[in-house]
Nanobody, 119 residues
Framework: QVQLVESGGGLVQSGGSLRLSCAASGDFSIYSMNWCRQAPGKQRELVASITSGGMTNYADSVKGRFTISRDNDKNAVYLQMNSLKPEDTAVYYC??????????????WGQGTQVTVSS
């Protein structure tokens, strides 16, 4: 069984910072890990991704402000969010594209963590 558990969300003022963490457990290998977010009334969108080789990609709206990183030993991925804006307010989800022993390749999601940025 694979589990992704996010932590680190909360309420922060505009211009502030937060660091999200995602811990993955289970018997798998990683293709890529991603952070996505969904604001009320909007579709879920990809915020940042990191491949097994460490290549990163960001949505234009967060480039220069957010940084995705990973710790392979801990099966963890992080999202450092700086210069936060009210429009960053959303539920943030950790997503892993994994190859799970006995099950094969698939997408797995965490439960989400709320980030609220006040103006």
């Amino acid at each position: 069984q694979v589990q992704l558990v996010e932590s680190g969300g909360g309420l922060v003022q505009s211009g502030g910072s937060l660091r999200l963490s995602c811990a993955a457990s289970g018997d798998f290998s990683i293709y890529s890990m991603n952070w996505c977010r969904q604001a009320p009334g909007k579709q879920r969108e990809l915020v940042a991704s990191i491949t097994s080789g460490g290549m990163t990609n960001y949505a234009d709206s967060v480039k220069g402000r957010f940084t995705i990183s990973r710790d392979n030993d801990k099966n963890a991925v992080y999202l450092q969010m700086n210069s936060l804006k009210p429009e960053d307010t959303a539920v943030y989800y950790c997503n892993g594209h994994l190859v799970v022993r006995g099950l094969g390749e698939g997408d797995y999601w965490g439960q989400g963590t709320q980030v609220t940025v006040s103006s």
